[in-house]
């Protein structure tokens, strides 16, 4: 039976990502084992057992005495592996309820977190929610419990779009409020002023947060593929504007990629991974891309 | 402002679909849900502000575009006058044309009615031509249009075998009565042989879909025609073609013109036109006769041209036959009769000597008779006799006159006729055998019969004499062929034979004449049993004074005879009568009574198709003093003649003029027949017949008791003919059995008159009208064309809008594909 937050588990999603592992880039404090480097020392670093060998893992790390009797691939674990405490940040505000494909940036997005939940606690690691607009508006703690994971799923299906965006306050409020060093990813379409954000994010860096951000956008606000004039009508303020998309394509587009650039740009120099995302992208690509990106960068 | 094609108008409702397509494309610009509206700025505004005004230009230039193409189109025009006009005119053209038979005259070798054809032909080429039209197209409505318009009817009817153009003529004569008539010329598509009894037979209906049925059934190629049977009110044509095909046909009529009702027809056609140019152009000689009057009215707002078609420089001499009058109207076979023919020259120099020639029935050899030089404007009287040396109960009689000077031939003919009695073979039958000559009982009576010189007071006036009377004895009337006779008078017959009596009594039946004048032997038991006497024989009454005191008025057996006799009746007198008792049966009457109280003097019967008179008293000097008074020899004569001559002819007027309806009263007893009517002809041997078209009120054969003659459009000789019973097929020549009345059709005096009026004289008649006069001297159209030119058609401005239109459409491609592509970047 599927539970209320089920639906944004898609088992064929799952079932394309077997073997990943969310690896945080940096050692993070844990309570639990996980499959993460601790940064604590005094904990052995002797072998501790075989895991299947997964792309991307170090050859040198292939026990080739079971290959030899087993005919698979092991790595030997030898070094003690805390747990990752990872809280998803989701935008839910009214600009992220848009989308001319087949979902909205905000059911992107929501999709993109239980899987990433569900990736988490699958690994022994930790997984929390935060669902924000101008404002945090739901804040789940990460916890490693099967049932915690349906509790994020539960609230991922509560979550109703609504308010402006207010990316900055909402991060240096969490940046105060989350102690413990762990993995913060950013789910947004980041529509706030980019220096303010960057701030804001250098907060969690500060911090000493591995953030991951996933700049959620839809084709049509990178692309504006309209040809008809049409009322504009903005989301979050309700304000109209009378525009001819096609005469404006070009500079819209420009603009576009210049604030994402921005954005990029910032993060970049602050050491914090950017991912523009467009929602017309698979999701299990986005996430696999990602965190492959990420555990080569790793190592 | 006009237009030539006010339905294309209709059309500019299509400007509403560019614009309604704006207005709908505009209506559903959407309220399109957008994330957020930082990235964009004032820019897009004026991005909106170019984006809507490019729509907008664009709409103009459709909307533009198609009112220049329907405008185009629709051929606007502006109602002007002159040739300054902006756009273009259609044009109401009413073509009238002189066919009077003046415009037979010829010049240069040309005759002015082929002048007149060509400036017409002109004036349509000019038509077609300014408008592109096909010829045989006959619809749409944005070309000009134009009617032709005969001064003096309609010619021969145009036999065609081309159907589609018998339905075309159909169309436009819907509602009209029409003939259909098939060709019956020797040799031609529809001879006899092929063309059945169906097709021999005319179609005569108002109803339009029966006669293209009609046409549908017809054989392919028999050539046949539409002839209307009522005048056809005038109306324009779009077809040019037909037009055209209507003046190729158009010939000199022999009926005089009348311009004033012409153009009348005219004038009201085109009054029904709103086209920018209407225009009556008038082409005559401008013959005084036809042009002199009160002045044209209802022309007001119409232009007309008046070509006038000058006749020759120098007219001659023109010779006519006014008249020619016989003597009397009918004679007896064999008899001349003296005929006047009044010759005039008209022309205004003296004539030279002409030749009259005198055609009689279908002699080969005419009568010659010299005219001398005449003076201008004088006339002669020219006396000739006409023998009466036919068998034809009408003698067709033509004079003929040439002139090799004569200007004029139209009126160089007249037809006439005169009536010819076939003789009364009389038989008179002697009752007193190997009597001396004056003993003998037929004398007084043959005496009475015999032929007459013309002075003689007993018999003048009366213009006969009755031939071949010959008599027989009484005993060998048996012996006698009594077909050969028409009349038998029986003088002084004791008895009959059986056989004899048994014989004379077939001859009456069949239609044989009987006078008896029974005499004072006859045994009165012997007559009465004869059984076919009008009265019976009561007793011989001697020394009884007694004198004839009156004759029937209203019978014609003894018509006229009081009149001429007078105070005479009474010395018809006698001593000793026979008492008579007319019998009651029908037919019987008392012709003449004596003096005696309530005894009759002559009693007539009819005896099967025949009639038998019985007198009271003998026909010798032994009997009675009648046959010494000369009032016997007219009664006797008036009773053969009478008994002899039982057919009365249709009643119809044996001269008419040209141009003249006429109807015929029709003999009871042929109240079924079917009428035809004939056109003779002379020919190599004998007299020909070509049938002509007739009218009639219903039916397919005669219901009333006349018949309608169409008016006479030729001169000549024209047979009526009521065929007895109804006929199959149509009637070729005048049948066996049938009841013909001739009739002579003559040209009238007015066409002969020459002298054209001035033709400033002519123009001043068109009151009201905007007139040009011009003179057509030249023979090649050249004049004609000049009128078309007067046909003024304005700039064409639907050729400029139809540009623009092309232009409009242009730009539009550009700024819209320019558009696209800037949408596209």
Request: with cysteine.
């Amino acid at each position: 039976m599927k539970t209320v937050g089920s639906k944004f588990l898609d088992p064929d999603l799952l079932a394309k990502l077997p073997n990943l592992e969310v690896v945080a880039r940096k050692l993070v404090r844990g309570a639990f084992v996980g499959y993460h480097k601790s940064p604590d020392f005094g904990y052995s670093v002797e072998f501790v057992d075989h895991r299947e060998y997964a792309p991307g893992d170090d050859l040198r790390s292939v026990d080739w005495r079971v290959w030899a009797r087993k005919d698979k691939y092991y790595v030997k674990r030898f070094e003690m592996e805390s747990q990752l405490k990872a809280t998803i940040i989701l935008d839910s505000s009214k600009s992220m309820d848009f989308g001319d494909g087949r979902m909205t940036k905000l059911a992107y997005g929501s999709f993109m977190a239980a899987t990433i939940s569900y990736l988490l606690i699958h690994q022994n690691d930790m997984a929390g929610l935060v669902n924000f607009d101008s404002k945090v508006r739901t804040y789940i703690p990460p916890r490693g419990s099967r049932q915690h994971l349906r509790l994020i799923l539960h609230a991922l299906a509560g979550i109703k779009p609504g308010g402006s965006t207010n990316v900055s306050a909402v991060c240096h409020h969490l940046a105060d409020t989350i102690k413990t060093r762990g993995m913060i990813i950013l789910i947004s379409d980041m529509l706030d002023d980019p220096q303010s954000m960057l701030t804001a994010l250098r907060h969690f860096q500060h911090m000493k947060h591995d953030v991951i951000v996933f700049h959620v956008l839809d084709d049509s606000e990178l692309d504006l593929p309209y040809n008809e004039l049409a009322n504009f009508l903005e989301l979050e303020t309700g304000s109209r504007l009378a525009l001819d998309p096609a005469g404006f394509r070009s500079v819209y587009t420009s603009r576009v990629a210049a604030f994402c650039g921005e954005l990029r740009e910032g993060l970049l120099k602050t050491n914090i991974d950017y991912n523009l995302v467009r929602t017309s992208q698979p999701i299990e690509t986005t996430i696999s891309n990602f965190f492959s990106f990420r555990a080569r960068r790793t190592r | 402002m006009n237009f030539l094609a006010v339905g294309f108008l209709f059309g500019l409702a299509a400007v509403a679909v560019p614009v309604l397509i704006h207005l709908i494309h505009r209506q559903r610009y959407p309220d399109r849900r957008f994330t957020t509206l930082r990235f964009f700025d004032k820019t897009v505004k004026h991005n909106v502000i170019q984006r809507k005004l490019i729509d907008r230009i664009l709409l103009a230039l459709r909307v533009l575009a198609l009112i220049a193409l329907m405008l185009g189109l629709a051929r606007p025009f502006f109602q002007t006058t002159g040739s300054g006009g902006i756009g273009e005119r259609r044009r109401s053209v009413a073509i009238v044309l002189d066919n009077s038979p003046s415009m037979g005259r010829m010049r240069d070798g040309k005759t002015l009615f082929d002048r007149a054809k060509t400036a017409a032909t002109a004036v349509l080429d000019a038509l077609q031509s300014n408008t592109g039209e096909s010829a045989q197209a006959d619809a749409g409505d944005a070309r000009d249009r134009v009617e032709l318009i005969l001064t003096a009817g309609a010619s021969t009817p145009l036999y065609t075998s081309d159907k589609e153009a018998l339905k075309r003529e159909l169309a436009v004569r819907t509602g009209q009565r029409l003939a259909l008539l098939a060709e019956e010329k020797p040799g031609a598509a529809g001879t006899a042989e092929t063309t059945g009894a169906e097709w021999s037979r005319p179609e005569f209906d108002a109803d339009s879909a029966r006669l293209l049925a009609a046409i549908d059934r017809a054989p392919a190629g028999l050539a046949l025609a539409l002839v209307p049977l009522e005048p056809s009110e005038p109306r324009l044509h779009y077809s040019i073609g037909q037009i055209r095909a209507q003046l190729e046909n158009a010939r000199v009529s022999a009926v005089p013109g009348d311009v004033r009702t012409s153009v009348a027809k005219a004038a009201r056609v085109l009054r029904e036109s709103h086209d920018g140019e209407r225009r009556i152009v008038v082409l005559s000689d401008l013959q005084k006769s036809k042009w002199q009057g009160e002045k044209f009215e209802g022309l007001e707002g119409l232009s007309v041209t008046l070509g006038a078609i000058d006749p020759p420089a120098e007219a001659g001499a023109n010779l006519a036959i006014e008249n020619v009058t016989p003597a009397a109207r009918e004679v007896v076979l064999g008899q001349s009769v003296m005929c006047t023919a009044t010759i005039r020259n008209y022309g205004n120099r003296p004539s030279e000597t002409a030749a009259l020639s005198i055609v009689v029935g279908d002699r080969a050899q005419a009568a010659k008779i010299e005219i001398p030089p005449l003076a201008a404007s004088t006339s002669m009287l020219v006396s000739f006799p006409i023998s009466a040396m036919t068998r034809e109960r009408n003698l067709l009689c033509s004079a003929i006159l040439k002139s090799s000077t004569d200007t004029f031939d139209y009126d160089n003919s007249w037809h006439f006729q005169i009536g010819v009695r076939p003789p009364v073979t009389t038989l008179c039958v002697n009752g007193a055998p190997g009597a001396a000559l004056s003993d003998r009982e037929t004398f007084f009576v043959m005496n009475a019969l015999a032929p007459r010189p013309a002075s003689d007071s007993a018999t003048a006036g009366q213009g006969e004499n009755l031939v071949d009377v010959r008599d027989c004895d009484a005993n060998d009337l048996k012996n006698q062929q009594l077909f050969q006779y028409s009349v038998i008078v029986l003088c002084g017959i004791t008895t009959l034979e059986p056989d004899a009596r048994e014989k004379l009594h077939r001859f009456v039946s069949d239609g044989g004449g009987l006078v008896i004048f029974p005499g004072s032997k006859a045994v009165l038991d012997d007559y009465n049993a004869w059984g076919f006497l009008p009265a019976k024989l009561l007793e011989r009454k001697t020394g009884n004074f007694a004198y004839v005191t009156s004759l029937a008025d209203d019978a014609p057996a003894v018509a006229g005879v009081k009149q001429r006799i007078g105070g005479g009746l009474n010395a018809l007198s006698t001593n000793t009568w026979i008492a008579l008792e007319p019998d009651t049966q029908p037919g019987t009457r008392v012709l003449a009574s004596l003096s005696a109280p309530s005894f009759p003097a002559l009693v007539q019967g009819r005896v099967g198709k025949g009639t038998v008179i019985l007198s009271a008293v003998g026909s010798h000097v032994s009997d009675s003093d009648w046959p010494l008074r000369p009032a016997f020899v007219i009664l006797t004569r008036t009773l053969v003649k009478y008994l002899g001559n039982p057919a009365v002819a249709l009643a119809l007027e044996p001269n008419r003029i040209v141009g003249e309806g006429a109807s015929a009263l029709v003999p009871s007893e042929l109240a079924t027949g079917t009428p035809a009517l004939f056109r003779l002809i002379q020919k190599e041997k004998g007299v020909g017949y070509v049938s002509l078209p007739w009218n009639r009120t219903d039916g397919a054969s005669i219901a009333a008791a006349s018949v309608i003659l169409p008016r006479a459009t030729e001169t000549g000789h024209f047979l009526l003919s009521v065929q007895p019973g109804a006929a199959e097929g149509l009637i070729r020549e005048p049948g066996l059995g049938a009841r013909m009345a001739p009739v002579s059709v003559n040209h009238g005096d007015r066409e002969s008159t020459q002298g054209s009026m001035p033709m400033a004289d002519a123009a001043a008649l068109f009151s009201g009208a905007k007139v040009s006069a011009k003179h057509l001297t030249d023979a090649d159209g050249e004049s004609g064309i000049a009128i078309a030119d007067e046909l003024t058609t304005g700039r064409e401005l639907w050729r400029i809008l139809l540009c623009a239109a092309l232009v409009f459409l242009l730009l539009e491609t550009v700024v819209a594909a320019r558009s696209r592509s800037e949408t596209a970047n």
